[in-house]
């Protein structure tokens, strides 16, 4: 058997399928657990639906969603759902009531969600398959981001388990997605994860390597990881803060090139942590940055 060869923040598009560097980024438009060898039983092959415990497709958007809040450090909350998904209120109150008559939300502190054991699980599941598919239409299909993102949402609910497995082997057994993101449920899952910074919080001169890019709401995954993918801020690229600009747009050089991002894409970056100085966070960035 073939060992690893794609590791969690090493995984960035081939550089023949990036544009050339040194452009200007203006304000944006509005398991089971596998082993070495691992063949699913017969009962894995076939009926996703039923490995899902018969979740729907529309509910399986709500737990991902929660699973990349958690992941994210933020609290589950409906609001924060129905801003995620781009979805209304009242659809997601009846969609979160369904997943708690489930038993697989359930109400916590502060009118606030979380999932349960068997939440997680299912939500688990469909994010190892989002990020495994990722990964082959990147390396495989020489996809960009955005259009790999595409795939995955339409193939993780319904490829087999048989099929994934070996298309997870055919790929080299990959530790994480195109931007860094760990698969999890997979074998050597990191357990403690690394401390990280964000781009948008460093100074000028300081700097790092890219490590991954944040999970974000579905309304704006496409347009920040376009603009990451073009200005290749992918992971282990070497960047540095040249300046930062009185309105908030900061230079970068970006593996010897110049590139120009907003805040609202450095925000979404994140950098191994390094002794620099850093300047104080600023607030929220309106919706044209």
């Not at 930062?244 to 970056?269: C, F, H, I, Q």
Request: hydrophobic letters at 40%.
């Amino acid at each position: 058997m073939r060992e690893p060869t794609l590791n969690c923040g090493r995984l960035g598009p081939s550089s023949s399928r990036l544009p050339k560097a040194g452009f200007e980024v203006r304000a944006p438009r509005t398991l089971q657990k596998w082993h070495h060898g691992w063949v699913p039983a017969a009962s894995d092959t076939h009926d996703t639906h039923e490995a899902h415990g018969g979740v729907s497709p529309a509910n399986l958007r709500y737990l991902e969603a929660a699973y990349y809040l958690a992941g994210e450090g933020e609290v589950i909350r409906r609001a924060r759902l129905a801003s995620w998904l781009g979805i209304s209120a009242p659809a997601v109150t009846q969609g979160v009531g369904r997943l708690i008559r489930d038993g697989l939300l359930r109400d916590g502190p502060n009118q606030a969600l979380e999932l349960t054991a068997e939440g997680k699980r299912v939500a688990t599941d469909m994010v190892r398959r989002h990020r495994i598919i990722e990964v082959w239409a990147v390396v495989t299909l020489g996809l960009d981001w955005v259009s790999a993102d595409d795939e995955a949402q339409r193939v993780a609910p319904v490829i087999s388990e048989l099929a994934l497995a070996a298309l997870y082997e055919r790929i080299g057994r990959p530790s994480c997605c195109p931007h860094g993101n760990p698969i999890p449920g997979i074998p050597g899952e990191s357990a403690a994860p690394q401390a990280l910074q964000r781009l948008v919080d460093l100074a000028p001169g300081a700097g790092g390597v890219v490590e991954r890019i944040s999970e974000l709401a579905e309304h704006d995954a496409h347009e920040v990881l376009d603009i990451a993918y073009r200005a290749r801020l992918v992971p282990g690229t070497v960047v540095t803060v040249v300046d930062v600009e009185r309105d908030g747009a900061m230079v970068l050089d970006v593996g010897g090139s110049e590139v120009r991002v907003w805040p609202r894409v450095a925000s979404a970056v994140w950098m191994a942590e390094r002794s620099s100085p850093q300047r104080a966070p600023k607030g929220p960035v309106g919706s044209g940055h």
